[in-house]
Each structure stands twice: as structure tokens, then as C-alpha cells.
């Protein structure tokens, strides 16, 4: 029902913004059978697919509803969505605003991530075409007077609400795993900035930052594990330490990296120990439809997201 709400607020919106952009007679036009042109950037295949895949069915429900609602009010309406998948590439996500500029579309929904919207913007700022992200979360995006719009609080808020939950919990040292890209690096950034700010005792380790192309996790791994057991040798007990993982649909391997690599420390990975993940991880479909890396996720999940499930998603 959130999902159905949301997408009727959004397109509501678009129908709002056309009719603001066309001027004249709002009723006119309204009973004027008019197709609107909607652009949708989302990831429909590759790493990240699932929220891609739920944005274009949540906009086929709103789409019915709303077109529904317009002929039985005032003549009716229709819309004219046009999909592309970036595949979780920025630089398709650019090709596809330019081919959905030349169609005439002047907004788009999507696309999902921050590395994607920090590559159209400057196209979508200087064309006026106005992007409504509804996954992007990083907080150099937060800027005034731009064409893009997100649904999703920064990761400046998302920092707030993990890192208090990795406090209620009595973590006090993290060792950060994180994806190199615009969204993961400012995850990284701020729940860092969030968790030192907290004072003496609560420390961040220098972690593991991979590059998006990395299929092989094992350095990765071996690294975190090695911080680990750097930090219990200097006397920190092992269940205040934790893993904090700002990732996509690569959790996957990573866990399964945890699970198999041979390094000795590794040990560290595989005992009881609490992971933390970001919004990219919660409610991966490929980390769900894995067995082993959903086994590997639940063992570590903290006692407090079993209690209070909508942080288990931050």
C-alpha cells in the first residue's frame, strides 16, 4: 500500500507540472485526452534490480488508478511511459536521458542511484528537464535551486539512524566495508562522521573500500578480518566491534567471501558478529534468493533489528 501511495503522489505530480508548463485553460486540457510523456531511468537488470523492477511495476498499478480516476472525473487522460534500463551503469543512464530529451520528455523518474543522478544532472539541469530520483541518497546531491528532486532522505539522516542503532546496541569500533561510488561513499562518510562524533571510546577503522567492478572479494575480506583482530588485540571485545557494509546487490559475494576465504584471520568473520548494511542492501532480492548469503546475513543480524525492523532497512 506505501508503494501504491507514493507512485499515485508521483504521478499526480507530473500530471500537476504539465499542466503548470502548458498553461492555459486547466480544464480545457484536462478533458482534452492528452498523453503525457513520462521518462523512467531504472536499474532492470545488473546489481540493484529490485527497486528498479518495483518502480516500474508500483508506476503500472498508479498509472491504471489515476487514468482510472480521470475518465470517470472530468473526460480523462493518459500517460505514455517510456522505460530504459541503465543496468546499473551511470554512463547508460546518460545515454538515456539524451534519447528520452530528443522524444520530448521533459521529466523522469529515476534513475536509483547517486553515482547515476550525479551523471545526468548537469544534461538535466541545462535542458530543464526535471529528475525525481526515488533512490538516490547522497548528500553532495542536496542542492538548491537544481532540477533534481529525491524521494529518499540523504545519507546524512541514514547515518543518524544507524549509527544510533549501532549505539543502542553498545557498538563501539566499526570497520567499514563500502562500494566506490557517489551514493556508498557518502554512507561511508557521514555514518564515520556520526559515529566519531559520539566521542572517546567509539572509533572507525580505516576498512576496505572496493571499486564497482570487483567480483573477487577475498582482499576485501581478508583486510576487514585483519582490522578486526587488530582491534581485539588491542583489547576491544568482540561484540563491540562491527562491520559496517554499504553495498549493492554484490553483498552476495562478499558474504560468500566471508564464509570461504582461507585467510586465517578470516575466523573473526564467521564467529557471532554483528553486520550493518546500508539501504542498497536491505530487501536485495539476489541477498534474499541466495541461501547461503541470506544464512550468513540472518546469523549476524543484531537482536535490536529483530525488535524494530524498519531500522534493519537503514
Known amino acids: 500500500m506505501n508503494i501504491r501511495f507514493v507512485s ?3 504521478v499526480c505530480g507530473l500530471v500537476l507540472a504539465f499542466i503548470g508548463q502548458a498553461g492555459g485553460d486547466q480544464s480545457a486540457q484536462l478533458h482534452s485526452q492528452r498523453v503525457f510523456k513520462v521518462g523512467v531511468i531504472a536499474t532492470l537488470t545488473g546489481s540493484g534490480f529490485t527497486l528498479g523492477r518495483d518502480t516500474v511495476a508500483a508506476l503500472q498499478i498508479a498509472e491504471e488508478q489515476i487514468e482510472a480516476d480521470a475518465i470517470s472525473q472530468h473526460g480523462g487522460y493518459r500517460f505514455k511511459f517510456f522505460v530504459r534500463d541503465n543496468q546499473h551503469d551511470p554512463s547508460k543512464a546518460l545515454e538515456a536521458i539524451q534519447d528520452l530529451d ?9 534513475p536509483q542511484t547517486s553515482s547515476a543522478v550525479n551523471m545526468i544532472k548537469p544534461y538535466a539541469d541545462a535542458h530543464n528537464i526535471l529528475v525525481i530520483s526515488q533512490g538516490s541518497t547522497a548528500s553532495s546531491l542536496s542542492i538548491a535551486g537544481d532540477n533534481i528532486f529525491r524521494l529518499c532522505p540523504d545519507d546524512r539522516l541514514e547515518a543518524d539512524a544507524i549509527v544510533a542503532l549501532m549505539k543502542h546496541d553498545g557498538i563501539q569500533h566499526i570497520v567499514p566495508l563500502w562500494r566506490n561510488d557517489a551514493g556508498n561513499n557518502g554512507l561511508h562518510d557521514s555514518v564515520q562522521a556520526k559515529f ?29 578480518a585483519s582490522q578486526i583482530k ?36 578470516a575466523t573473526t568473520l564467521r564467529s557471532p558478529r554483528h553486520w550493518y548494511g546500508s539501504d542498497g542492501v536491505a530487501l536485495s532480492a539476489a541477498l534474499t534468493g541466495d541461501a547461503n548469503a541470506a544464512a550468513f546475513a540472518e546469523r549476524r543480524l543484531p537482536k535490536s533489528n529483530l525488535r524494530t525492523p524498519r531500522f534493519a532497512a537503514e
Open 8 to 10: 499515485r503522489v508521483i
Open 102 to 110: 530528443k522524444r520530448g520528455v521533459q521529466i523522469i523518474i529515476g
Open 196 to 224: 566519531q562524533a559520539l566521542g572517546g571510546g567509539y572509533t572507525v577503522a580505516a576498512g576496505f573500500q572496493y571499486e564497482p567492478t570487483t567480483t573477487d572479494f577475498t582482499a576485501a575480506t581478508s583486510s576487514i
Open 230 to 265: 587488530s582491534l581485539q588485540d588491542g583489547g576491544a571485545q568482540a561484540s563491540t566491534i562491527a562491520v559496517y557494509l554499504a553495498a549493492f546487490d554484490e553483498v552476495v559475494d562478499v558474504f560468500h567471501s566471508a564464509q570461504t576465504n582461507s585467510d586465517p584471520n
